[in-house]
């Protein structure tokens, strides 16, 4: 358990405090937390939108670990591996994820902290100003995440993926060929905060939200098929739930895929890489116009080549 006593000459929200004492801690990892009652604020369990001051007491259950502290030298994460980048510069982090990692949360070996050992071990890590993830993978799937250096750049790259300016591509291995071999699809999604789960309905209802997704079959190799995705919408699973709907889920996913066939081609995670970030050929804002036109590529994952040689089937 950590203890705090707040300094602060004026009142400051309880999210932003808690940041700034520890970097490593981000909105994810801080909601969990207090979810799970961690978080307690003059004894008492507070959202993190309340505003602490000067002489409040706040109270962490959490490890040294999970607070980007350790007993040797450095920050906890200094001892994980490093990411691996794709692309740095001054304002911005292009990472690979691997599959069967989370990009952010409760647990020590993300891969935020990866990129933040990165920057530790290149000396330009700086914890009153850490990196900023942009959005998110699920921990199953590997891929390209986009990580901002400076609150400019956060406030560009956000708006640039909600206004769907950066084009997202997938590479996936389904289970079953799809019919046509090419097409875009459109339908709506559901989600069931119970499961943890979503459904694709083909009509809109209350809270459900459209989903588009475009698809190109490069490969069929047995039963299996090696596609191109190119998310449109970006919602809670779309991929793996749109394709599934069709009779075409990914290999290896245990949510909406076929398990049977996952266990027998011993399939720990699903098969699906985000592969590509593309940005759009023309940027208004002046200081990113050197992105206009540039596109990011993951390395092909290892079921890319394997269906091509039909040793996958």
Not at 11 to 22: A, F, G, I, N, S
Request: aromatic share 8%.
């Amino acid at each position: 358990m950590k203890e705090i006593r707040v300094k602060s000459l004026l009142p400051v929200r309880l999210d932003k405090y808690l940041t700034e004492q520890y970097p490593v801690l981000g909105i994810g990892r801080l909601n969990k937390a207090l979810r799970e009652n961690k978080i307690k604020l003059n004894g008492k369990k507070q959202p993190l939108s309340t505003r602490v001051q000067n002489g409040d007491v706040i109270r962490l259950y959490l490890t040294d670990e999970q607070l980007g502290e350790s007993s040797g030298d450095g920050p906890a994460f200094a001892m994980l591996r490093p990411a691996q980048l794709i692309y740095e510069n001054d304002d911005l982090i292009v990472a690979n994820k691997p599959a069967g990692i989370p990009a952010e949360g409760p647990d020590s070996d993300t891969l935020y902290n990866r990129v933040c050992k990165v920057l530790y071990d290149t000396g330009h890590w700086d914890a009153r100003n850490p990196p900023r993830l942009c959005h998110r993978l699920d921990t199953g799937t590997s891929g390209l995440i986009l990580l901002a250096k400076t609150a400019q750049a956060e406030q560009f790259l956000t708006e640039a993926i909600r206004q769907r300016s950066i084009r997202k591509r997938y590479l996936c291995v389904t289970f079953g060929r799809p019919e046509p071999a090419q097409a875009t699809l459109h339908d709506y999604l559901l989600k069931d905060a119970e499961t943890g789960t979503v459904r694709v309905l083909k009509s809109a209802r209350p809270g459900a939200k459209e989903i588009i997704t475009s698809y190109e079959t490069l490969a069929v190799s047995g039963r299996l098929a090696l596609l191109r995705v190119d998310l449109v919408t970006g919602r809670t699973h779309q991929i793996r739930a749109h394709l599934a709907s069709i009779g075409c889920p990914i290999l290896g996913d245990s949510k909406y895929g076929n398990n049977t066939a996952n266990r027998e081609l011993k399939l720990k995670y699903q098969a699906l890489c985000a592969w590509e970030l593309a940005f759009p050929a023309r940027i208004q804002e002046p200081a990113f116009q050197y992105l206009a036109g540039k596109s990011f590529h993951a390395p092909k994952p290892w079921y890319y080549q394997q269906v091509l040689d039909s040793v996958l089937k």
